[in-house]
């Protein structure tokens, strides 16, 4: 199992964690954006580099990310395409997307885009918190305890 990381908008929080846990229990991370990233040294850890364009990284997470991966994202359509490979994909806030739930947040995310472009003021999402950190950290220690080999 490899973990893929949207990391154009990856919370630093987030990021923070998965270097940690790369090292912790030897998993490949690779962090995918259309901007250079910095990250720590590590055996495990590389980000990688994609042109700039409309989900150019996105494109890209899904080319690479096999079966049984995870893949770290914000972005709902790219979640509904990691779950079409047969791939694992969570939200920075610590939410699974699978196929029992990902078909509601696609139709939502459209509501939500119907609305804005009629002007609608739909506001945003809340800030990024402790709590938010503490879901995700702990969603992707049980995620990588029943997935990775003892």
Avoid at 58 to 86: C, F, M, Q, S
Avoid at 134 to 144: E, I, K, S, V
Wanted: some cysteine; proline content about 7%.
């Amino acid at each position: 199992m490899k973990i893929w990381v949207d990391a154009d908008a990856c919370p630093g929080a987030v990021k923070e964690i998965l270097y940690r846990v790369a090292d912790r229990v030897q998993v490949d991370v690779t962090l995918v954006a259309n901007q250079l990233l910095r990250v720590p040294p590590s055996k495990y850890v590389r980000s990688v580099q994609v042109p700039s364009g409309f989900d150019v990284a996105d494109r890209e997470i899904v080319r690479l990310a096999e079966p049984g991966d995870l893949v770290i994202t914000a972005d709902i359509p790219l979640a509904a395409d990691i779950l079409k490979k047969g791939a694992h994909a969570l939200n920075p806030r610590g939410d699974f997307y699978t196929p029992d739930n990902i078909a509601q947040q696609l139709t939502m995310r459209a509501f939500m885009d119907e609305l804005r472009g009629s002007g609608v003021d739909t506001g945003g999402p809340s800030a990024y918190g402790q709590a938010d950190r503490q879901r995700f950290a702990n969603a992707l220690d049980g995620h990588l305890r029943r997935h990775l080999p003892k």
